[in-house]
């Protein structure tokens, strides 16, 4: 508390929602929703508190202790505020596993909290569109999943050039990781993390790091993450079963998702991902604005993640778009609609002496369903008509002694100046059209 | 984490969605939402984390301090995850006082988090409408909030007959208190609190509390809360200037509400409400369901809370309105829908050959805006159907070979078992019906 009074600054790294960037949020988050509901995906829910030891096994230590905001309650529990949504999802589906009849489509969009320094595109807490396919083991569930990423991209009109949708198998690398190049577990765990940073590091520093950490067996590496293409990552390749039954996925993923018509795929042999979870596609969606190439959002197949819960194992493939990169990305091509209020009219009165007959038409048109502000400041009617232009109320209508008289009202669309003359008993009818 | 895995049990006192608990959920705030609407309300948002000193100076340390989840992050700043939203919305207003047109309606549907004993109706968690009035100071503002909340009960199917809306006055319980008893302050706060406790108390022991508290003045004022009505207890008070406008508005309050069709209102000089910050009328939405009557959510005036962020003052009047409460009255009084996916169509596939027909026909149909869920599990067509009948989906179809060729379907409605036999061409046609 300053000696001017408490701060009116939001906590760090999170956000106000004023009703223009809150408009923003629904629009985003309503067009996701829209799109995972027309692939017949349920959503659900959860409280952001979570045990602290939901976060442990899975991801380690490190991210519950460095990463996450952790604290002790009052009854010595140890809490988290969720800093993804996955391991909820496998917790709500392990606990139902016997009930819920396969396969399972959830999506949620939770508030998700990271503990870092908030950057332009990571801010402390966010939101993000989780989206899963359980009990469907199969290439065509891969797909599912990706299609409704894409066509979420495409309902807040991106088109196929303005992003890549990146895919991988970690059965794939897994394969030449600990078959073919016989590295151990935490060399191997080193190599992945060097893989995915392949784009971001200058080729000589890429492959400094490559050398030093695997030694002679660079180059082999180096060769199959420098293949142009599937086919000629695949000739670098030995012969092995395991390995064809993995790349023959691959083919038939791609295949699927052009027959969907989404075109726009492209194999990446140096997509990792973080997570540890991931057991074999996993994908992302980059985008291809020359000023600003980066990875949006991605996901992928996660097949294990319910044995921690002492349950069956159960298949599943799903991601996360969070609402930051989204906003930033369509603000970018200019794909945000303008702001508009929730009412339709503004009701004005010129006289208070019209209250009765205000209200009464107020309460006809809401009735009728049509969104109704009455101003009740008692300000001039000007100052009135410029608080609704500013709040973006597109219609306005003065009520004053003569309208109250005659019943004949001027309705008046601020944007084009254009005045209607209608009686009350229309009004409705008017702004149903 | 025990020998079987990790619990599958949320954290205490906080609620899984479940699919059909969140449809209700989202069924409930979409009420909420289009009725604040209507009313021309806009929404905003802010994060659960908050400053604790944003608690601190208002609703005293105790709150703070053993009713709230507040810790210190790493950056040694003491957090609170936010108990309530008014401290929240008149943090923001005031942020930005000179640049929002007066008057402001805003609404939100924030979590709230409580630290105390779960039980029925009272969660550690739950969701909240707020919706609040910002620069108008008079009678007409109160008079808008409480319609907006009787119009989001009747929104909800109840009738005037399953609710009353008790008001009172603080101006008028403080003027009782502190001039006509000339209680000091606190014993005027121990006294409020008392009176507060009347119906829950039986008659002997709620007077005995009042003469323990104030002596020889209990009989005045015991007469003032017997009063059977706003007549009677104007009748037991002095005449006084002050007095007489806060009389005044709480008469023009009724007639206000009565004109606007709202005639379940009663006033109640027992209504205290808990928050401190109220400084013009209170009120209560009250359940009349013989069974379980009680409060149910309430809001009132507070004109001086900005002024605790150094701040010119702002007159503001609002109320919240919890989800855990109105799914109980709804779910009491069988008011709320039935579960449907929001997938309108199940395709199922006979055969693994017909996939490529079958992806077809599901694009076609969800580029029409048709909801469709295809099953792509592999199990037995049997299997597929009572899937899809457990998960609430209204229609199936089946694609075997011989709708692959002819491109006439069969479409089943579950509920009814009615069969519709149409061309591939039409389906789109038959659902957008």
């Known amino acids: 508390m300053t000696d001017k009074g408490l701060s009116m600054e939001p906590y760090k790294g999170v956000r106000d929602f004023y009703p223009e960037d809150m408009a923003i949020f629904r629009y985003i988050t309503d067009t996701m929703r829209q799109t995972a509901e027309l692939f017949g ?10 045990p602290s030891e ?39 589906i392990a606990a ?15 508030n998700l909290f990271r503990y870092e320094q908030p950057q332009r595109g990571r801010l402390r807490e966010h939101w993000q569109l989780n ?7 199969s290439v065509e569930g891969d797909a599912e999943v990706i299609l409704l990423a894409s066509s979420i991209m495409r309902a807040f009109g991106l088109t196929e050039t303005d992003f890549v949708i990146r895919v991988n198998n970690r059965k794939i690398m897994n394969f030449i990781i600990s078959d073919y190049l016989k590295l151990d577990d935490s060399i191997g765990k080193k190599i992945s993390r060097i ?21 002679e067996k660079d180059e082999i590496l180096l060769t199959l993450l420098e293949s142009k293409n599937f086919e000629e990552f695949v000739s670098h390749l030995p012969k092995n079963e395991t390995l064809n039954i993995a790349l023959q996925e691959m083919r038939t993923l791609i295949e699927s998702l052009e027959n969907k018509g989404v075109r726009n795929v492209q194999f990446d042999q140096t997509l990792m991902r973080g997570f540890d979870y991931y057991t074999g596609i996993v994908f992302e969606i980059f985008d291809t604005n020359p000023k600003n190439r980066r990875a949006l959002f991605g996901g992928g197949r996660y097949d294990n993640l319910l044995s921690a819960f002492g349950v069956e194992p159960l298949s599943a493939v799903g991601f996360g778009m969070g609402d930051v990169t989204m906003r930033d990305v369509l603000e970018t091509r200019g794909l945000l609609p303008k702001y508009k209020n929730p009412a339709y009219l503004a009701i004005i009165m010129a006289e208070q002496q019209c209250l009765p007959y205000a209200s009464e038409l107020t309460r006809k048109l809401r009735a009728d369903n049509v ?5 009740i400041s008692g300000k001039k009617v000007g100052d009135q008509i ?13 009520i004053g002694d003569d309208e109250v ?11 084009t100046g254009v005045e209607t003359v209608i009686s009350d008993e229309k009004l409705s009818a008017f702004f149903k059209k």
Chains 1, 2 share one sequence.
């Open 41 to 50: 995906y349920e959503e659900y829910g959860a409280s952001v508190l979570e």
């Open 54 to 92: 939901l976060y442990r096994g899975k991801s380690g230590d490190e991210i519950v202790n460095e990463q996450t905001y952790t604290f002790i309650d009052r009854g010595e529990r140890e809490v988290t505020l969720r800093p993804e949504m996955t391991p909820t999802v496998s917790r709500m």
């Open 96 to 110: 139902m596993r016997r009930n819920l009849p396969m396969p399972i489509r959830w999506y949620s969009i939770p």
């Open 131 to 137: 989206c899963d396919l359980f009990g469907v083991n």
């Open 195 to 215: 893989i995915d940073k392949k784009e971001k590091l200058p080729v000589a520093e890429f492959k400094k790091m490559v050398t030093s950490a695997i030694g």
């Open 371 to 375: 969104a109704v502000s009455m101003d």
């Open 386 to 398: 410029k608080a609704a232009d500013k709040k973006g109320i597109p219609f306005i209508l003065v």
């Open 405 to 415: 008289k005659s019943g004949n009202l001027k309705i008046k669309e601020l944007a």
